[in-house]
């Protein structure tokens, strides 16, 4: 394992995704798709804690009273860690299932869909405002990570089925999104771009998935650095420590045998590396 990474959690999560520092707890939260598994590894005891949950979450974003709010299988759904509990906010009908969310700049949780069908352009973003889920954006296929620029103007979502990372005008105080266009397209060499974050230079960091490398764009899309995880299988990056000075990596396994993952041995591990730079603070949500 290069010197750079950190190995954190040793364990093989079918889909690792949705990293979030919770940092007045000092810690992790992260999902395993696949497994309906919650994962929260705490930083100072470096003990991963483990709640299995009634159905798939695949994106999570803290509330103001310690809980979480989560883009769920069925739509938006409040956490009870207590309890490992869901309670269902509103059902999201667009696509077959929802596929990462984070809170934007004013504390509203954004989440996607994706499709698993013909139909390519059936997911969508949608931002929960109060208990209904409002489209924000139409007509992607697998949307992946979302972030916005330090100054909330620029949102940026990944289409993983397309290889491709849009950007929209944003406006924070109505939560509209506008004037969408293709901001990078990856090759099939480069991999799947699938979760990113923000730092607080305005660099754009993506998990490239299937080839372990890790972008960082500058804000007018030039790629300035490449980076190479452990293992090829990537997913999801976030900001995290005392000054947003770390940077938590997920990963999958799903699809492996025991050949591949013993080429492999760190797929679906946790990670974590100092990328040189400063992460910006994800706000809470404001619906708690």
Do not use: K
């Amino acid at each position: 394992m290069s010197e750079d990474f950190e190995l954190l959690v040793d364990r093989q999560a079918l889909l690792g995704t949705s990293p979030l520092w919770i940092s007045a707890l000092n810690c992790v939260h992260w999902v395993d798709v696949l497994r309906r598994e919650l994962h929260t590894y705490h930083r100072d005891s470096e003990f991963d804690e483990v709640r299995v949950l009634p159905e798939a979450v695949a994106g999570v974003g803290a509330t103001r009273h310690g809980q979480l709010v989560a883009a769920g299988d069925r739509g938006f759904a409040r956490v009870h860690l207590a309890r490992a509990a869901l309670e269902l906010v509103v059902q999201v009908r667009g696509g077959d299932r929802m596929n990462g969310g984070s809170c934007d700049p004013a504390g509203r949780f954004v989440g996607g869909t994706l499709s698993h069908g013909s139909e390519a352009s059936a997911g969508a973003l949608y931002v929960l405002d109060g208990e209904r889920a409002r489209l924000l954006v139409d007509a992607l296929s697998r949307c992946g990570g979302i972030a916005w620029s330090p100054d909330g103007a620029r949102m940026y979502v990944v289409d993983s089925a397309q290889r491709t990372i849009w950007t929209y005008d944003y406006d924070v105080d109505r939560a509209r999104a506008t004037a969408g266009r293709q901001w990078v397209v990856c090759t099939e060499a480069e991999g799947s771009p699938e979760g990113l974050a923000v730092d607080a230079d305005g660099c754009v960091w993506v998990a490239m998935h299937w080839s372990g490398r890790i972008h960082r764009y500058a804000p007018n899309g030039d790629l300035e650095t490449v980076l190479w995880a452990p293992t090829r299988r990537i997913t999801d990056v976030a900001f995290g420590g005392s000054r947003l000075e770390e940077m938590y990596v997920t990963s999958a396994c799903f699809g492996y045998d025991e050949r591949a993952l013993a080429a492999d041995p760190l797929a679906g591990s946790l990670l974590r590396f100092r990328p040189g730079t400063a992460g910006t603070p994800v706000p809470p949500w404001r619906g708690i």
